[in-house]
């Protein structure tokens, strides 16, 4: 039972590079997410995904491209990389809403990618 | 000011001791709360959900206070293996995949 991998675990790269972090999920989960986690911040999220083919802006999606076109993977695209982009990157995902629409608020997440942008 | 705050810690206990963390958060309309868990180098678990009662789970007791706008999480009885950082966790109303994290509570539980 995988659940869900990341993938590189660690990158290095250089300003202005395009990196692609990969997610995949075995769970057939609804709802992916990409989080980064800095230092003194909480986990922020850059992008979410309802269904293949539905992506949302979260709270910092600024440099960041994201794509669904299967349910089970979510990758997640620098397309030109900065310094301010290194960081610690979680993706998650989640089960679908329980009856009445709530949220269990119970998110999987994968073991990170630690990335650093010389 | 961030949305969820967290005393950063860290909080260094012996065994057995109590230990308690608060959080507190700013958007009144805020819908759900939880207690995540994250240990070193690792992704952050759910720990428990917190309800505006109070709940219970072993050791762990969360509790809410909407009017103050704070949550906490207490430990009786601690364990070595209690150390991690604690994350409160908020969702705010009208959008289930928008949740805000703390930076997170660091604990270190001592022989």
């Known amino acids: 039972d995988a659940g869900i991998t990341q993938s590189p675990r660690y990158k290095i790269t250089e300003t202005g590079r395009q990196v692609t972090l990969m997610c995949h999920q075995t769970w057939s989960h609804s709802y992916m997410f990409w989080y980064r986690q800095d230092l003194g911040h909480g986990l922020r999220l850059i992008y979410y995904?309802?269904?293949?083919?539905?992506?949302d802006k979260g709270e910092v999606p600024d440099g960041y491209v994201v794509s669904r076109s299967k349910t089970e993977n979510f990758p997640l695209t620098l397309e030109s990389a900065t310094r301010s982009q290194t960081s610690v990157y979680f993706c998650?995902?989640?089960?679908?809403?329980?009856?009445?629409?709530?949220?269990?608020?119970?998110?999987?997440f994968g073991e990170g990618s630690r990335l650093t942008v010389l | 000011r961030k949305e969820v705050e967290q005393d950063p810690g860290p909080f260094n206990v012996p065994e057995g001791a109590t230990v308690a963390f608060n959080c507190t958060y700013s958007?009144?309309?805020?819908?759900?709360f939880f207690w995540y868990r994250q240990d070193c180098r690792k992704e952050p678990k759910l720990l428990m959900s917190v309800y505006s009662s109070g709940n219970e789970d072993g050791r762990f007791t969360a509790q809410l206070n909407r009017a103050s706008q704070y949550i906490s999480l207490l430990i009786r009885d601690s364990k070595l293996s209690d150390s991690a950082t604690y994350l409160c966790?908020?969702?705010?109303?009208?959008?289930?995949?928008?949740?805000?994290f703390g930076a997170g509570t660091r604990l270190t539980v001592k022989p």
């Open positions: 966790v908020v969702k705010r109303a009208y959008n289930n995949n928008d949740m805000r």
């Open positions: 958007n009144s309309a805020s819908q759900s």
């Open positions: 995904s309802a269904a293949a083919d539905i992506t």
């Open positions: 998650a995902s989640r089960k679908g809403l329980l009856a009445g629409g709530q949220n269990t608020g119970e998110l999987f």
